[in-house]
Every structure is written in C-alpha cells, then in structure tokens.
C-alpha cells in the first residue's frame, strides 16, 4: 500500500525567501507525481504533475521534481511572497487513485 | 464551466441521524471520486466512479457509508447512522478520462464540512 509522507509539517518564512518542501513515497511504483495548494476552507487546486518519465516541471516560480527510484519529490518555491500561505499537498498517482501525504503548511509574512 | 459543485458546504448533526452530501462533477468529466479529510488522517479516498458505475468503494470505512451515482451529473454520498468520529470535510472531485495514467489532473469541490455532535 502506498504511504506518501510530507516534511516539514508546517513552515514559516519571511518574505522573499527561496523555500523547498518534501515528500517521498514508498512505491515508486507510480504513473506520476503531483502537487497541489490548499487555501483555508477550500478545495485542492493543482500546481504541477510530474510524469514518473520525466525529473521537473516549473510553472512560474514553482519548480517541482521527482526522483522515482529514491521515492522522493520536491517542491521548490522561489522569491516566496504572502500570497503562497497555504497548505501544499503531494499525491503519488497510482493506476486509478490519487494517494496524498498530510501536506505542509506554510506562512509567508511580509 | 463553474467546477465541482458540493453541497451542502456546512452540515451539523447529531449522531445518529442521516446525512446525505452531494456533488455535481464537471460537464464531459467521467470519474468522479470521494475523498475524506481529518488532520489525523488526511485526505484518503473513499470510493470512485467511472461513467456512473462505482470501481473501487474499499476506502468507504463501513456499512454506514453509501455511495450512489444514479447519472453523469450527479452523485450521492450517504452516512447512516451519523457518528462523531464521522467529522470531516467530504470533497468529491472529478476527472476527464480518468487518465491519472497519461496526467490528467482532477478538479475537487470547495468540500462539504460535517461536524456531527
């Protein structure tokens, strides 16, 4: 059974900061690699896919990778700004299913 | 298209009672997946549809879980009886193709809030 776990569970920076968060997952086993944000109160929204054949994908100042074999992802966020405050989720895509870690919560203050 | 619609977005009951939650997928979209999230837990998912008929239901917890999907607009998910350690929040979510395979992403509703007392 897939287990993804995320580190940290919360993080706090200042503005400005280059920041990275982590997950790794058991089965490397997977078809791709996601990450999404999650505002107070709202639902998932997707950031970046990885597909398990590919090593990055960026969009903007969100740089996300994937190493299959060591069963690891990160999610790098350059030049944070106040408005990135959210909890970010990973989720290892299995045949049909999504599996997510707990995510991590980050503040940027000003 | 106005995304995945849940309703309703707050519900308090008490135990015992019956709570039904529901969910309008995207138009042209043919999974449709429910998913629970507590902070012990995080988000697991409970059961998932394609093209109306449910696929996989091992994540549903127990028989007081049901899960319904009677068109491609529209699906139902059930506790009955209601218990405490049943708060959460509830999204349904939905997908074109389903293709987690060829990374097609899936779009979740804003999440329905259960607090059973």
């Known amino acids: 059974k897939q287990e993804v776990t995320q580190i940290p569970a919360a993080l706090s920076v200042p503005e400005g900061e280059n920041l990275v968060l982590n997950c790794s997952f058991t089965?490397?086993?997977?078809?791709?690699l996601q990450w999404f944000r999650q505002d107070p109160g709202k639902g998932l929204t997707s950031l970046l896919l990885?597909?398990?054949?590919?090593r990055e994908q960026t969009s903007g100042r969100l740089n996300a990778s994937l190493d299959k074999s060591s069963g690891r992802s990160t999610l790098y966020i350059a030049a944070s700004q106040p408005g990135d405050s959210a909890t970010y989720l990973c989720a290892a895509a299995g045949y049909s299913t999504l599996t997510f870690g707990k995510g991590t919560m980050l503040l940027v203050s000003p | 298209d106005a995304g995945v619609i849940q309703s309703p977005r707050h519900e308090v009951t008490e135990m015992g009672q019956e709570v039904t939650l529901r969910c309008k997928p995207i138009s042209g979209h043919d999974y449709l997946f429910w998913y629970r999230q507590t902070m012990m837990r995080g988000l697991e998912l409970l059961i998932y549809f394609n093209n109306n008929v449910p696929i996989d239901d091992s994540g549903m917890p127990e028989d007081r879980f049901s899960a319904k999907m009677p068109n491609a607009s529209f699906s139902t998910l059930k506790i009955q009886p209601s218990e405490p350690r049943d708060s959460a929040v509830y999204f349904c979510a939905s997908s074109f193709r389903g293709s987690l395979l060829s990374g097609n992403t899936i779009y979740f509703g804003e999440g329905s809030w259960l607090t059973v007392v």
């Open positions: 990885i597909q398990s054949s590919q």
């Open positions: 089965d490397s086993a997977i078809y791709n």
